[in-house]
């Protein structure tokens, strides 16, 4: 029996997103012999970074290389990158365009022209909140979900991280805080706080064991060294990548997805499952260019 092999879209609104919250899952679909395309809206030129790495479009290039090698390290077939502003956490980006106040019809015709293009069977994107707020990453789900619905893309799955879980995390860490003073920021500073981050396990309907893969999604983290650092500061990604191998594996060895239009129940471990025991086929798209409805075989 021949195996299903699907193409798999990942949107993200900055480089090193696509690592830290989908890296394993996309390493795995791409090892299982599934097209894995990465994109991205913005550059991250508002990141955090030490001198060194330069500010504005100085910084956009040096991560514009990271993300070209976060890309191959997790073995994406395709990476597409949209070029709008980043908004920064409080979008109050001032030199480009920022992507948190695009407009949501035109940004998702360019990504639907990508679903189309690819022929995309699947498309991840975060939950409704941004996982923790970033005007960015809401901004991604409206976009992806709007961009789903007029390229007809069966499979919507929103990145998020187990809330109860992350909850847990942070009581331990914040109890470490002498050790691992840096954790206590997360949360600090995003719109959201410390409460309703991400998304409550009860509506989770994916859970992915990556554990197998975790070694190419260090790797990806790895990649983007200019978030790693900062001038007088310690970052997040930077102790992360130094937790021990074992911990590490625990730590980042599960990722976590609510499928769009799924009921919750059964925490679901096969990322297309959805898609398995359903006859390969498109649904009607609309055609981004005249507006009348057309259908893809």
Known sequence: MTRQRFTLVSFHAHPDDESLLTGGTLAMAAHDGHRVVLVTATDGEQGLAAEADGVGSHLAERR????????SAL???RLVRLGYGDSGLHADADDMSPFAQADVET?????????????ADALTIYDAQGGYGHPDHVQVHRVGTR????????????ATVDRELLERVLKVV??????????????????LGRTG?????RLITHRINVSRHVGAKRSAMAAHHSQQRADGQVRVLWQLLRLPGPVFRLAFGREWFVE????????EGDLFASLRHQPRRRTAASDLR???GTARS
Do not use: K, M, N
């Open 64 to 71: 514009r290389e990271e993300l070209e090698r976060a890309a």
């Open 197 to 201: 981050l991400y998304t409550s396990r």
């Open 75 to 77: 073995g994406c077939a």
């Open 260 to 267: 769009q239009g799924r009921r919750p129940g059964h925490l």
């Open 107 to 119: 940004a998702a015709r360019r990504l639907a022209e990508i679903l189309i293009e690819e022929q």
């Open 174 to 191: 914040s109890a470490a805080r002498s050790a691992f003073g840096v954790f206590s920021a997360l949360g600090r500073d995003a719109p």
């Open 290 to 292: 005249g507006g009348h």
């Open 147 to 158: 961009a789903a619905r007029l390229a007809g893309t069966a499979l919507v799955l929103e």
